[in-house]
């Protein structure tokens, strides 16, 4: 039984695998390159746990790096496009009006200064102002899973103030520099202009701007956002006035204002 069903499993995967394959095809004018990227991909769920290009290629049998280096980098596909089939391919499995888009940033930690958007600048990933790049994701999350939906690369300015550098690693002309918080509001966007089903938004404090807040109000989406402690903030109700800062506030309040509520089980069960 067991050796049957893992022989299954391995058909699954095969038969999606394909079907990834030929939903991307419209993206390369020619089959040879698509052929390339598909064995990008198989490359990439293969077992390897460090894949550099080399490591690619002789996984897909070329004696150099050069053929699965130009589909990255010399290429001409739209990566927006594929991003686009990536969020609706995840949504056929993940699709719920209940679902939560996740909004954060990672830090990819470099050497040197030539590759894009590479700055000293902090990331969470280090805990610290290291040099490194940074990228902006939007996660879908559902009770079916999750999966990432959206991504774009934050430029720092002194990236976006230097044209001469930024034409150097192909950035387009009309990139300009962009907070974090402008590039999450496009990618909320993006997400409503496509009739993403989501009911609120999620992200930590770098995110918690008007602008987002605003956006997602006239969208008629809630919103989790987390604040900084010194956040002023103002509410009326019949029964309650506060106003001041989010810590002065919190402080503040009675007891009875306060319910506790789980935030679902970690990787070693419930919280205490």
Sequence with gaps: MAGTSFRKTLEVCKASLVDVKGRIRPLFGQQRVAGCAGQYMD???GNEPRMTG??????AGDIGPWRQQAILGRRDWDADELRDIV???????????????????TGFLKQGKATCGVARQYTGSAGKITNCQIGVFASYVSRHGHAFIDRALYLPQVWTDDPKRMAAVY??????FATKPQIARRMIAR???????????????????GEIETALRKAGKGYVLG?????AFNSWSEKLHVGGS???IAQSLPKKAWRRLSAGEGTKGAPL
Excluded: C, H, K, Q
């Design 246 to 248: 989010a810590e002065t």
């Design 191 to 209: 997400a409503i202009d496509a009739n993403v089903p989501f009911s609120f938004v999620a992200a930590d404090s770098v995110y918690s701007t």
């Design 171 to 176: 950035v387009p002309d009309d990139v300009g």
């Design 43 to 45: 490359a990439l769920v």
């Design 227 to 231: 604040v900084a402690a010194n956040r």
């Design 87 to 105: 969020r609706d391919y995840a949504l056929e499995t993940l699709g719920d009006n209940d679902a939560v888009l996740v909004i954060d940033e």
């Design 54 to 59: 080399w490591m690619r290629a002789e996984a």
